[in-house]
């Protein structure tokens, strides 16, 4: 077999294994934002891997390198485009982590064929890129075991992470006045914020509490609490939502079980397997906003739970 054609087949097999990595789906059930900030952080090193691979590849079979490496400064849009068909979410952020990847790949490979200070300098640049691109994953896991000890409360907007515990939809965080604010954009009818780290089991609830906080200038906003146990986006009759009229200022609302446990067309929700609950807004205007300052369970003695 001739150089090229091994060569080729190399790349072939090593860019099919990176692309079964960068474009396996995520299932409606993955909620753990640790797992998928990992996840997202193996754009640079999936990408650093494949630019070894393939400028050795082609320095082997004496081939030029700037096609190759055109193509996958090309691919990496590419494949965060094919993410959006496989589930995921493409984002800009993952496209400069995988471009970073390739750069690191280029460092790694210069590095390689350098000698004395400048190998040095070059490893020490490629080891540097790689710790920053693990800090955000470290940060996550971080705020999840503060979370994670400040159960039964779920969440509040007390960190610089507010971003990453919530699914944003039709809001923008933003820092005021010493705190983090969600801010109406009016691109969304149903502006909303569900949990990241969200207990599954509620057997053991008696009661969820909202604190929070509304300023804005609509006539009559509402806030809604909403839990789904079917996946994907139940029709209202299957899911349980609660209304709280918001006025100026700080309000809590107290939600019973003996609500929660059923769905609007009154079938028995099935509290063993919340997939998803969170907060959404009617009838506010582009610029109003909310602080959550906490969400807090209420344990009962129905059955342990599970966090």
Do not use: C
């Amino acid at each position: 077999m001739s150089a090229v054609r091994t060569t080729t087949l190399h790349l072939v097999v090593v860019v099919a294994a990176l692309l079964v990595i960068l474009l396996v789906p995520f299932s409606a059930g993955v909620q753990d934002r640790v797992w998928r900030a990992w996840f997202d952080a193996a754009h640079l090193p999936a990408f650093a891997l494949l630019t070894v691979v393939a400028l050795a590849e082609i320095t082997r079979a004496r081939l030029p390198r700037t096609p190759v490496s055109l193509g996958l400064i090309a691919a990496v849009p590419l494949i965060e485009w094919l993410q959006g068909f496989s589930g995921r979410d493409p984002s800009w952020s993952d496209a400069l982590w995988g471009w970073g990847g390739i750069a690191v790949g280029w460092v790694v490979v210069l590095a390689i064929h350098a000698n004395g200070k400048r190998r040095l300098a070059l490893a020490l640049a490629a080891t540097s890129i790689i710790v920053i691109s693990l800090m955000r994953p470290v940060s996550v896991w971080r705020d999840h075991v503060v979370l994670r000890a400040a159960y039964p409360v779920l969440v509040g907007f007390d960190t610089r992470w507010v971003e990453s515990r919530w699914h944003i939809q039709g809001l923008v965080v933003v820092e005021e006045d010493g705190g983090w604010w969600a801010q109406v954009t009016g691109e969304d009818a149903y502006p909303g914020l569900f949990l990241v780290d969200l207990p599954h089991d509620w057997r053991g609830v008696a009661a969820v509490v909202l604190d929070v906080t509304y300023e804005g200038t609509a006539d009559s906003p509402v806030l809604w609490w909403r839990m789904d146990d079917l996946p994907g986006n139940p029709p209202y009759a299957e899911r349980f939502q609660r209304a709280m009229a918001l006025t100026g200022g700080r309000q809590v609302m107290r939600i019973e079980r003996a609500s929660f446990e059923l769905a609007g067309n009154g079938r028995a929700m099935a509290l063993e397997r919340i997939l998803a609950a969170g907060l959404f807004l009617t009838g506010a205007r582009p610029g109003d906003r909310l602080w959550v300052h906490r969400i807090e369970v209420i344990p009962g003695v129905v059955a342990p739970i599970s966090p």
